[in-house]
């Protein structure tokens, strides 16, 4: 239980004390109603002895008595309604509430800490009231009356007789069995005389003499003159005298109590005419009315007959009395003892000393004696003389002892006289003078006599007290007899079926075991008290069973929780809405957090619900909120009630302050940290054959591979646009800012161009909500050269749409447990700075079939497609944590986050606008495919565009044709199936010779150092002006790789009118194209063994070109015909097709192969590029009638982009002709001399028209680490120069000598040692037998040194013998580089025999 201000051992006998009746006389009564007082109110503050009292006990001992305190109460013929009392105790307990900011106590058990009130107040005034407004019974005398007083006036004409009078009519009242109420103690009930005497107005001698008078009546011990009124009411308060009653009637006058909107508020109203006054006496058992001298009749807690049945203690919550504010407002001010002076304090004081001293005390003391003589008398009779006593004293009603008849004994009465009642009669009289031995002793002999003879209310009485006396005895003799307050309990509750008593022996019993640190046992004994047939009773038990629980030894943290909530539950059935409440907020403190969701939920369900009520809305709103945020486990329906009682409270919270900041509200999350920002128009679909750029556009998942790479595109093209250099301030351009994107710096948007912002909402809840008139919240800078800082803030939609337009979503649907995005508008039609707050809606759901307790009864609204049951307008704010800051030391030890500004743009002047449309763009191409489309560019702004480029990391993929592109039609409606190509017809020539041509690649853009990935489109005139719109060609060639290829695509433009803060603008397009197998060529080169061409100089070679038709179509077989095979080099050109077979037909089906043969020879010298010059030489060899003129576009273009990938190359990747970055300079001069710079084009169709294109690049062997012996041996190319036969004359001269010439030709560029060796390398028969025996005379070694490219001719001579073929082929040529080592042989004569005949003439 709770800390109470009174210990157990005060309150017991405070709460038994002996009871005075009064009764005055009509003047009396006038007298003290000066005062706005009874007689008996008058003298409660003053009822409590200031000094110890004696009294003798039967055995003459000297007993002392301390703080007694007496009871005064007025005389009230009828019992108090129980329904009355009911009332006053709920009035009383709503009354009394936790004082404003009381301190509470903090209880730490385990991991709670609790902020508990270790008071309760409430209850202690419930238990006060309760305990004195208990109806006296017969089988108890504890609050029956010992003694009347008299009270007459001075100033009536006889006050003798007047005296007679009331003391005939108090004999009546007590005697006459007409009156069964109240209960007297004894027959002979003591009769105190008081004379009032008014100071300031009666004669003082008068008085006097009828004191005298009365005295020799009365005698000096039964009657007192009380002087009172010494000053007039009129006289204004000179001095400021205390005013003790306040304090008593206000406890328990039911008009001075607050009247609560929540309580219920049924009045007892009085019947007097002269007094609007109901009052109790705070310290009797019974509330009073006084009025007329002898209207006994109506007692102060009888219902008023005319009030409305309806408002019974637990009827409906708002019942307003109109008497109940008169009465308190009446009652505000009031003086209470207004003409009364300390002096008259001190009077009343002395005057219940007196009448306690002279007349109680020796009355009580008096009746001891007499009742403890009949006792011992009576233990003196014989057993069967006594038996037979008490049969004639109880009649025949003495029952069997049946356990059947058990329950019906309660019914047993005794008579008055019956010694059992003597015995219980002075048992109650010591307790009430605090004699408990002699009082326990004589409830014990009582129990047993009651127990003897079956009577249960009697026993159980005897019992109470019994327990009580044991636990009050001075020295404690004897342990507290628990048992006997259990077996009371349960007979009172069980047998006699007498709540109220039942429950005083728990209160009792409860405080006495909390004394003794028994908390289990109270708490025990407080929760088998609670029933349904009181709340109020049932609520304040069970919140005392909790602070047991509480204040154990180790706290019972959880059962003082679940015990509040009990209690909570039975205040709010009880109409406390107040307790109700601050019940299940403590008990909240133990629940919360703890993952106990459901409980959770109806503690702050039920809460929301007693705030509301209370109207204390902001505490149910939050409240209702909690049960929305955390998630939730409840079914669907429960839900829905929770949200619908949520908004139905936030209307009205909303509807007290109409004009108020919009509230925050709680539905539905969102997950600002995923909020997206984009800037620009929305993407156009697709339009027939147009298909606009894919850009930049929400629907896009984020890939920051992808995100990389258009960083890259993006800083290629500003470096070239920068003369190769990026520029500091240059940022890359971001469209779309989401979690992933840098944004540390503010973003720019175009005033004119939308702002989206994605906002990504989701329903916790499994009740779909909807979200009508759903917009952004805004505030907007703008910016004005006249006008420096005026910020505006515009919080509604109907802001000021000229400088900002909002979007409104009217509805937007979010299903049970979704997440959804809403994308949200704004339109900026001013420079500034524009700040996104948040979002603004109304949060409604949809018009279920659940209802909860009535709530769902409201007007229903329908917009739009669904039914929307009930909506509150408020607003969620975008707070978007910035990325954790980890770059200093203190960043790294701290926590700190960086700024996210993706919400804080600024808008900025109005910049041009590209839109990039593709007509008949192909999805699909076979590898090597050249497909002709078109481009439209389109500038959709009001500023014209300059500086169009376009960046790509597949340059070879397209090509908007070069210089020559205009001789090719230019739109593609001109010529449905025109060829891509351009062409010349020519005549079918027997032979296949070459048509050359040449072109430069500075005509197609690629010029030296230049970025082949950067290509200008050609714009007409440059500038694109406002709406104007232009259409270009453009190749497209299907990449060499078969699969999906993903092509990016960059373009860039500027403003014509240089911007500050924005320097260009970037449109980005993605192209997936879908690539598939077509024609696998390889071409082969092979050194002719002759050196001279036609010119003489040495220089051609043979191409052997192998062609294989891959494809695999599953649509049919594909047959591929090879057009043109053409040439592009600086140094060589093919010349003309060797035929290997007769078949000229160059048609391939699905996996043949073919072989073309053709010979090349060095360009001449006028045609041969110089070092720096890119001018390269095209040959065409056509199979067919038609020449594709191979230094146009597209042909040359392609030509060029896949020369400058390959040239590329091998950074990346090595490939067939790459040059490994590990090799030494020596070594690739090796490699140089073996590579030959020819490219072959082969160009092919499949019918019926589609123009492709193959490049190639002839292979050599491949390239090793290190070079091989072969590459090595091709450094020096040989040759020998002489007769293919000789005639001599042998007889005439035995030896023939012939001259042969050997040329020696370096390759390479760089300077070469060479050793040429003349001595046959072998001496087996076999080598003699294929050298045939002829020597060579002169030097048998020669050592030259060969500059780059130079050819050095030997003059040899060969001696024969004989005649015959013989192989001059024998001189072995050694080489070395001149700064190498190493030597090499070098192998080419090897390659075929020099073969002369010599004759014989």
């Avoid at 804080?904 to 999805?923: G, Q």
């Avoid at 001279?1092 to 015909?1121: C, Q």
């Amino acid at each position: 239980m709770a800390q109470c201000v009174q210990s157990v051992q005060e309150l017991i006998p405070d709460s038994f004390v002996p009871c005075v009746a009064a009764l005055c006389s009509d003047e009396a009564e006038r007298l003290t109603r000066l005062n706005h007082l009874s007689f008996a109110e008058l003298l409660k503050p003053f009822s409590r002895l200031t000094s110890e009292v004696h009294m003798r006990d039967p055995n003459n001992q000297l007993h002392v008595i301390k703080n007694l305190k007496i009871a005064v109460s007025n005389i009230i013929t009828q019992p108090p309604q129980p329904g009355a009392i009911r009332k006053l105790l709920n009035d009383v307990v709503s009354g009394s509430q936790p004082a404003e900011g009381l301190v509470a106590n903090v209880i730490t058990a385990g991991d709670y800490d609790l902020n508990i009130s270790a008071t309760t107040p409430w209850f202690e005034s419930y238990r006060e009231t309760f305990l004195q407004s208990m109806p006296a019974s017969d089988h108890e005398f504890l609050n029956h009356y010992l003694a009347c007083m008299l009270v007459a006036s001075s100033s009536e004409a006889e006050p003798v007789e007047q005296f007679s009078k009331l003391s005939q009519e108090q004999h009546r009242i007590q005697h006459n069995s007409d009156y069964s109420y109240p209960k007297w103690f004894i027959p002979n009930t003591l009769k105190y005389y008081v004379l009032l005497h008014d100071v300031s107005a009666g004669d003082e001698q008068r008085a006097e003499s009828i004191y005298e008078e009365m005295k020799q009546k009365y005698g000096t011990q039964g009657c007192y003159l009380l002087k009172i009124n010494s000053r007039t009411s009129n006289r204004a308060s000179d001095e400021q005298i205390p005013d003790p009653w306040s304090q008593y009637l206000q406890k328990n006058s039911i008009q001075n109590q607050e009247s609560y909107e929540d309580g219920p508020c049924t009045i007892t109203s009085n019947k007097n005419s002269d007094s609007n006054l109901l009052s109790l006496d705070g310290l009797d058992n019974e509330v009073k009315v006084d009025g007329l001298p002898n209207n006994f009749r109506a007692h102060p807690l009888q219902l008023d007959s005319s009030s409305d049945p309806s408002n019974s203690i637990d009827g409906p919550d708002h019942v307003k009395s109109a008497s109940l504010h008169e009465t308190k407002k009446a009652n505000t001010g009031i003086i209470h003892g207004a003409c009364l002076t300390l002096t008259d304090h001190d009077r009343i004081r002395q005057f219940i000393q007196e009448f306690t001293f002279r007349g109680l005390l020796p009355h009580i003391e008096k009746t001891i004696r007499q009742l403890n003589d009949q006792l011992i008398s009576r233990k003196g009779l014989s057993r069967s003389l006594f038996s037979a006593t008490k049969k004639w004293f109880s009649g025949s009603k003495v029952p069997e002892k049946s356990i059947n008849e058990l329950k019906n004994t309660s019914g047993l009465l005794y008579p008055p006289e019956a010694p059992e009642l003597q015995i219980r009669k002075m048992a109650d009289l010591c307790f009430l003078v605090q004699h408990y031995d002699l009082a326990y002793s004589c409830y014990h002999t009582a129990k047993k006599d009651f127990l003897n003879d079956q009577a249960m209310l009697y026993a159980a009485g005897a019992l109470e007290m019994a327990a009580v006396s044991a636990f009050l005895q001075p020295g404690a003799p004897r342990p507290y007899p628990a048992h006997y307050m259990d077996t009371a309990i349960q007979t009172y509750r069980d047998i006699c079926k007498n709540m109220v008593l039942a429950e005083r022996c728990v209160l009792l019993s409860a405080e006495i075991l909390k004394s003794q640190s028994k908390y289990s046992e109270a708490a025990a004994l407080l929760i088998r008290l609670t029933s349904e047939d009181s709340d109020l009773r049932s609520a304040l038990l069970l919140e005392q069973a909790a602070h047991c629980f509480i204040n154990m030894k180790s706290p019972m943290v959880r059962k003082y929780a679940f015990h509040m909530i009990l209690a909570g539950h039975r205040f709010s059935k009880a109409g406390q809405k107040k307790h109700a409440l601050r019940c299940y907020c403590q008990a909240m403190q133990v629940y919360k957090g703890k993952g106990w969701s459901l409980a959770e939920d109806h503690i702050n369900f039920t809460i929301g619900r007693q705030s509301y009520t209370l109207r204390q809305l902001d505490n149910a709103v939050s409240a209702f909120r909690h049960i929305l945020i955390n998630e939730s486990k409840q079914s669907a329906a429960q839900q829905g009630a929770f949200l619908r009682e949520y908004l139905y409270v936030y209307k009205n919270v909303s509807q007290l302050s109409p004009d108020g900041p919009l509230p925050q509200l709680p539905l539905p999350y969102i997950n600002s940290s995923a909020t997206r920002v984009f800037f620009g128009h929305d993407r156009r679909p697709a339009d027939g054959e147009k298909q606009a750029a894919t850009h930049v556009s929400l629907d896009q998942e984020y890939d920051s591979e992808s995100s990389q790479q258009w960083r890259e595109l993006e800083e290629q093209v500003v470096a070239v646009v920068n003369r190769g250099v990026i520029p500091s301030s240059f940022h890359p351009t971001q469209y779309c800012l989401n979690g992933y994107s840098d944004n540390s710096r503010f973003p720019l948007a175009v005033v004119e161009e939308p702002v989206t912002v994605e906002v990504a909402f989701r329903n916790p809840l499994k009740v779909p909500l909807l979200l009508t008139d759903l917009s952004l919240l805004w505030k907007f800078q703008p910016k004005d050269s006249s006008r420096k800082d005026n910020e505006e803030v515009k919080e509604l939609v109907t802001g000021e749409p000229e400088m900002i337009g909002t979007e409104v979503i009217s509805e937007f649907l979010i299903n049970s447990e979704e997440s959804k995005v809403a994308r949200l508008k704004l339109f900026p039609h001013h420079i500034g700075e524009l700040h996104v707050l948040g979002v603004v809606y109304n949060l409604g759901t949809i018009q279920g079939c659940v209802t909860v307790d009535g709530i769902d009864a409201l007007p229903r609204c329908h917009t739009g497609k669904h039914s929307l049951s009930m909506s509150v307008r408020g607003r969620q704010d975008l707070e978007i944590q910035g990325p954790r800051l980890n770059n200093t030391k203190e960043e790294k030890t701290s926590i700190k986050y960086g700024p996210d500004r993706r919400l804080d743009p600024i808008i900025t002047e109005e910049m041009p606008l590209l839109e990039v449309f593709f007509i008949h763009f192909p999805t699909g191409l076979l590898c090597g495919e050249i497909r002709k489309a078109y481009v439209e560019f389109v500038n959709v702004s009001k500023c014209p565009l300059t500086g169009l480029k376009v960046v790509s990391k597949r340059p070879e993929f397209f090509t908007f044709g070069g210089n020559t592109a205009v001789l090719t039609p230019l739109s593609p409606t001109a010529s449905e199936n025109c060829s891509a190509y351009k062409t010349v017809v020519t005549d079918s020539t027997s032979e296949c010779t070459a048509l050359i041509s040449s072109a430069s690649s500075v005509d197609f853009g690629i010029g030296i150092g230049s970025q082949p990935e950067v290509i200008p489109v050609p714009l007409p005139d440059t500038v694109l002006l406002p709406g104007a719109s232009v259409q270009l060609p453009m190749w497209l060639r299907g990449p060499d790789e078969e699969g999906v290829h993903e092509i990016n695509f960059l373009f860039y433009y500027e403003s014509v009118k240089k911007q500050p803060k924005i320097r260009h603008r970037i449109l980005r397009h993605t192209a997936v194209i879908c690539t598939s197998r077509s024609l696998n060529v390889r071409a082969t080169v092979c050194r002719s063994n002759s050196l001279e061409d036609e010119e003489g100089r040495g220089g051609n070679m043979l191409v052997f070109v192998d062609v294989e038709n891959t494809n695999t179509s599953e649509a049919g077989v594909k047959e591929f015909h090879i057009v043109q095979v053409s040439s592009g080099s600086k140094h060589w050109k093919l010349q003309k097709s060797v035929n290997l077979s007769e078949n000229k037909d160059a048609k391939l089906a699905s996996r043949e192969k073919g072989k073309f043969c053709f010979k090349a020879i060095r360009c001449k010298e006028k045609e041969v590029a110089t070092q720096f010059s890119e001018k390269y030489t095209f040959a065409d060899i056509i199979f067919g009638n038609e020449q594709i003129v191979s230094s146009a576009s597209p042909c040359a273009d392609f030509f060029y982009r896949s020369l400058s990938s390959e040239l590329k190359k091998p950074q990346a990747q090595p490939s067939v002709h790459a040059e490994k970055q590990s090799i030494g300079d020596a070594v690739r001069l090796i490699q140089k001399c073996s590579e030959v710079d020819l490219n072959i084009v082969v160009l092919w169709k499949e019918p019926p028209e589609m123009e492709l294109l193959k490049f190639f690049r002839p292979e050599n062997t491949t390239v090793p680490l290190r070079p091989s012996v072969e590459q090595l041996s091709n450094l020096i190319k040989t040759s020998l120069h002489y007769p293919e036969s000789f005639n001599h004359p042998f007889h005439q001269k035995s030896l023939c000598l012939v001259p042969v010439t050997l040329l020696l030709s370096n390759c390479s560029k760089a300077d070469v040692d060479v050793i040429v060796d003349l001595r046959h390398k072998t001496t087996s028969p076999e080598a003699l037998e294929i050298h045939g025996s002829f020597t060579w005379l002169g030097q048998t070694q020669y050592k030259l040194q060969l500059k780059s490219q130079e050819i050095h001719s030997l003059q040899l001579k060969a001696c024969f013998v004989h005649t015959g073929v013989y192989n001059l082929g024998t001189p072995r040529v050694f080489a070395k580089l001149s700064d190498q080592v190493t030597v090499f042989e070098t192998s080419q004569q090897n390659s075929m025999p020099a073969l002369i005949i010599i004759n014989n003439v």
